[in-house]
């Protein structure tokens, strides 16, 4: 982690390096602590909706409705476990990544739009990338979803940028929120870490997993995953895709 000092203001920008091992361990954990809370969550979810349809009384349906709700919100999380997990199988095809982005943009623009958040969308011309499209719109939307949330007052300014460096496609995200506190910024890639969530007192299906997930998807693809963020005054996010996927990639994601 680099710091850079400018008066009063504080900038960091991560690079932190991983331990392959460890992070094989907690992804093989994940997928089987996750693949049991299915099993358990499907027969709960199956009796909790017979229940429902049988019972007339109100007081009963009531609770049944907020079980099968927590029910739901229990088996998002067990999602995000397997997509932690289970980031080795891709299927690479040649693609348009501003078509990918506009893709994406497209689901989040009906809410950036109620929030009266401007977006800026700065595109060079790029050839198609190899990348596995279904998995690479996740890194895109998570990144997206995340500059939504730093945003909390209305207004700001979202951007989008796509630009070439070399051999490699570079996707920047940029909001102007309010920036990552100093004592996250060095652990916001890591499993589990997340300034809301069941962990910080807030929504449980919060629960830390998004960037963590990201960085496998993008490390799978042979790229790289930064950021960057000054508190008050925003965060970027940069992604570099390699335009050619020449290397074999080998079972760590590098």
Known sequence: ??????????????DVPVDVGTEVAVATLAAGVAHQFNNLLGAILAGSEDALEESTEPGIRRRLRLIIEKVEEASFITRSLLSFAQQDFLERRPTDLE??????????????????????????????????APRMERVFLNLLANAREALHEPGGTLT?????????????????????????????????VTSKGAFAGGDMRALGLGLSVCRGIVRSHLGTIHLESTPGEGTTVTVRLPLETSVERTGDGR
């Open 1 to 14: 982690v680099a710091l850079f000092e400018g008066g009063s203001r504080e900038k960091h920008l991560l």
């Open 99 to 132: 078509a990918l982005l506009e893709q994406t943009l497209a689901v989040m623009m009906p809410e950036l739009e109620r929030a009266g958040i401007g977006v800026v969308r700065q595109y060079e011309k790029l050839p198609p990338v190899p990348v596995d």
């Open 160 to 192: 989008l940028k796509l630009s070439r460096e070399r051999a490699h496609a570079v996707v920047t995200v940029t909001d102007t929120g309010e920036g990552i506190p100093s004592h996250m910024v060095e652990h916001v890639f890591d499993p589990f």
